[in-house]
T-cell receptor
Framework: DTGVSQNPRHKITKRGQNVTFRCDPI?????LYWYRQTLGQGPEFLTY????????KSRLLSDRFSAERPKGSFSTLEIQRTEQGDSAMYLC??????????????FGNGTRLTVT | DAKTTQPNSMESNEEEPVHLPCNHS???????IHWYRQLPSQGPEYVIH???SNVNNRMASLAIAEDRKSSTLILHRATLRDAAVYYC????????????FGKGTLLTVNP
C-alpha cells in the first residue's frame, strides 16, 4: 500500500491561467474523490468517480472545473481561467467499493493552489 | 446529512486519555459514525467507524450512546503525534463517498 499520491504538492499561478492536478489512487481502489479545503474549514466534496465513470458533481464544481479518470486509474482535475477564490488545498481520496458503504477513504496530502 | 456538534478545541497532556465528544442528534438509523483526523499539512486520515456497538482498533475506541445521538472518540494515551483536527461524520450506508466534514475539534497535546 503506497498510499494516494498527488502532484504537484504546491502550485502558484496567475489569475486567468489554467492548472491541472494529478491524483494516483491506491491501485485496487475503484472509487476516487476530489475535495477542496480552504483555511480553517473542513474539506468539501467536489466530485466522485467509480472506475472511469464520474457519478456525482457538487454544485461547487463550476464549469471552469473538469475532472477525468480516463482508464479508471489516475485522475486529473483541471481548473480553467483560475480566480483568486480558487486558492485552496485540493485533496484526492480513494476507497474500495463495499456494499455496505463503510469503506474508509484514504486521502492524499493534497495540492495547495495559490492564485495571485 | 445529519448535523454534528463538536467542541472547537480541546487540550490534553501527553500519555493521558482523551475523550472527544460529538453530538449528532439528527442521525438516521442507517448512518454509520465515522471519525477522521487531520494532522497539520496532511490530508485527513481515517480513525474508526461504528454503527451501534462500541468499537476498538489500534488507534482508538469509539463509544456510541444507546440512542445514537452522540458518540465519543477515546484516545487511550495521547501522544504528541495525536495533535490534529478530529472530525465526526455521520455517513449514510451506500453513500459514504460524500463525507460531509464540519470544522472538527482541534486537539492540542501538551508534553
Amino acid at each position: 500500500d503506497t498510499g494516494v499520491s498527488q502532484n504537484p504538492r504546491h502550485k502558484i499561478t496567475k489569475r486567468g491561467q489554467n492548472v491541472t492536478f494529478r491524483c494516483d489512487p491506491i491501485s485496487e481502489h475503484n472509487r476516487l474523490y476530489w475535495y477542496r479545503q480552504t483555511l480553517g474549514q473542513g474539506p468539501e466534496f467536489l466530485t466522485y468517480f467509480q472506475n472511469e465513470a464520474q457519478l456525482e458533481k457538487s454544485r461547487l464544481l463550476s464549469d471552469r472545473f473538469s475532472a477525468e479518470r480516463p482508464k479508471g486509474s489516475f485522475s486529473t482535475l483541471e481548473i480553467q481561467r483560475t480566480e483568486q477564490g480558487d486558492s485552496a488545498m485540493y485533496l484526492c481520496a480513494s476507497s474500495l467499493n463495499l456494499d455496505r458503504g463503510a469503506s474508509p477513504l484514504h486521502f492524499g496530502n493534497g495540492t495547495r493552489l495559490t492564485v495571485t | 446529512d445529519a448535523k454534528t456538534t463538536q467542541p472547537n478545541s480541546m487540550e490534553s497532556n501527553e500519555e493521558e486519555p482523551v475523550h472527544l465528544p460529538c453530538n449528532h442528534s439528527t442521525i438516521s438509523g442507517t448512518d454509520y459514525i465515522h471519525w477522521y483526523r487531520q494532522l497539520p499539512s496532511q490530508g485527513p486520515e481515517y480513525v474508526i467507524h461504528g454503527l451501534t456497538s462500541n468499537v476498538n482498533n489500534r488507534m482508538a475506541s469509539l463509544a456510541i450512546a444507546e440512542d445514537r445521538k452522540s458518540s465519543t472518540l477515546i484516545l487511550h494515551r495521547a501522544t504528541l503525534r495525536d495533535a490534529a483536527v478530529y472530525y465526526c461524520i455521520p455517513t449514510r450506508v451506500g453513500s459514504n463517498y460524500k463525507l460531509t466534514f464540519g470544522k472538527g475539534t482541534l486537539l492540542t497535546v501538551n508534553p
